[in-house]
Structure formats: structure tokens, C-alpha cells
């Protein structure tokens, strides 16, 4: 009997030795799953283009990094057309393109891991940083009427804020005008967002992201002729993005030519 008890002992430790090593495994290979991803965000004013890596620290938190490239809208844009103008379209009393520069720090946490294939895994993040408003300005196609002769000429304006009925605006002049003109603005952004990832493949991410950003530059952004410019902006978002996972202990696996070979996670 005591030979049994000793034997049914042994089994059980050695079970338990099994099962631990087993999650000890899947831990180390949850731990190396780094990950780099791309996002295309439509934000409530503008839109926006993004690359991210994220590097484990434990089994669910990441270190972000991140860079961010997009445009900024005022809220009273609206696009006109001339009456003898075709396919062209204009933003009355618009003075500058901005578009942002973003450089961002942060942290991912894991809410909700992935159960199989066909489940979703939930992440919270944040992220912190410098950002740079890069302002183009605008110029117009401006008709004017040359009464010597009867005809009709157009010059590259811009706006005339200080007098906006005085100008006869056709169209858009082009986007290249005035690039030795662009302005710089500094500033800083925090945003907080959620993001639901549900790939079906080991090494491929896709997901859908949706969140909030707070912008804060040292000046207003000069966007409209009109006084309710603002140095401050908060906007909601929601991107797509799409990224592989990178594993440190098989670079073999994380070449292109490897890249797309299905590796399913395990149940």
C-alpha cells in the first residue's frame, strides 16, 4: 500500500513538473512576440499615417514607439467652386496646409488575450511626445479684369484676409506653391486609445483602433482667416492597422520571404 501511495505520488509530481514546464513555455513564447504594425487613421479633423513597434516587458505589457504623419482640418472648411470653373474646388479663406510630425513614447497593456483563432484580443495604450505642426501656405488662381484691353488674367494670391471681397478667386493654385514659404509650429500631443486585434494567422496582425488625441503647440495654427484658430486641438480616431510579429530568438522566421507562412496559434 505504501509502495502505491509512494508510486501515485511520484505520478503526480511528475504530472505537475510536465504541466509547469508547458506553461513556462508558452509563457517564453508569448514573451518574444515583439511587434511592428502600420495604421491608416481617419481622425474628426483630418487624416493620418503611422509605423509602431512594440517590445514585450512582460506577458501582457509592451513599450511603444511610435511616428505619426497627418493633416489637421478647421472645422469651417468648405469647398466652393467657381461658376466657370470644372472640376476644381476651393476652401474660401483658408491661409495655410498644416500637416503634423509626431514622435511618440508609450506603453500597451493586454485586457483580454486571444482564447484561438477566431477570438480578439483587447489592448489599452498610451503614448507621449514631441509633435511638430508643419504649415504650407496656400495660394489662389485670382482673376483679374485688364480693362486697357478687356481681357482677363489670373495671378497666384493668397488669401487677402485683411480684405476678402476684393479678390476674384478661380481656383486652387498649385499644391507645389509655396513651399519655401512653410512654417514651423512646436508642440506636444497624449493620446489614449483601444485596440481590438483579430488576425487569424501567428505572425500577421490586423486590427481595428479607436481612441482620443490631445494636441498642444506653442501658438495657434494659422489654418483659416478667421479668429477662432486654435493652439489647442482634441480629436477622436479611428485607424486600421496592419503589422507582423517579430520573434528575437528566430530571426530565420521573420525575413520576408518567411513572413507570410501561416503559423497558427495554438489552442
Known amino acids: 500500500m505504501k509502495r502505491l501511495l509512494v508510486l501515485v505520488a511520484a505520478l503526480l509530481v511528475w504530472a505537475g513538473t510536465l504541466k509547469s514546464q508547458g506553461e513556462l513555455d508558452e509563457q517564453q513564447r508569448i514573451f518574444f512576440r515583439n511587434e511592428k504594425s502600420f495604421g491608416v487613421q481617419l481622425n474628426t479633423n483630418g487624416v493620418g499615417f503611422s509605423y509602431r513597434t512594440a517590445k514585450r516587458t512582460d506577458y501582457l505589457n509592451k513599450n511603444i514607439l511610435e511616428f505619426e504623419l497627418g493633416t489637421i482640418k478647421h472645422p469651417k472648411e468648405y469647398k466652393l467652386s467657381h461658376l466657370y470653373s470644372t472640376g476644381s474646388s476651393f476652401v474660401l479663406g483658408k491661409m495655410n496646409f498644416p500637416m503634423y510630425l509626431r514622435a511618440g513614447i508609450g506603453k500597451q497593456h493586454e485586457l483580454y488575450s486571444k482564447a484561438d483563432l477566431g477570438g480578439v484580443s483587447i489592448r489599452f495604450l498610451y503614448s507621449v511626445g514631441p509633435e511638430l505642426a508643419v504649415c504650407k501656405p496656400i495660394y489662389y488662381k485670382v482673376l483679374y479684369l485688364i480693362t486697357a484691353d478687356q481681357t482677363i488674367v489670373s495671378k497666384d494670391e493668397k488669401f487677402n484676409a485683411a480684405d476678402p471681397y476684393s479678390q476674384e478667386i478661380y481656383k486652387r493654385a498649385s499644391f507645389f506653391k509655396g513651399f519655401d514659404e512653410i512654417s514651423v509650429v512646436p508642440g506636444v500631443f497624449a493620446k489614449a486609445a483601444v485596440t481590438f486585434e483579430y488576425s487569424r ?62 503559423r497558427k496559434i495554438s489552442s
Not at 486641438?233 to 530565420?252: A, H, I, Q, T, W
Open 201 to 262: 494567422d501567428d505572425k500577421i496582425l490586423h486590427a481595428i483602433e479607436a481612441g482620443a488625441n490631445l494636441n498642444a503647440f506653442l501658438k495657434e495654427i494659422p489654418i483659416m482667416a478667421a479668429s477662432d484658430n486654435k493652439a489647442i486641438f482634441l480629436s477622436l480616431f479611428v485607424s486600421y492597422r496592419f503589422g507582423f510579429v517579430v520573434n528575437p530568438l528566430d530571426p530565420e522566421s521573420n525575413k520576408i520571404k518567411n513572413l507570410f507562412r501561416s
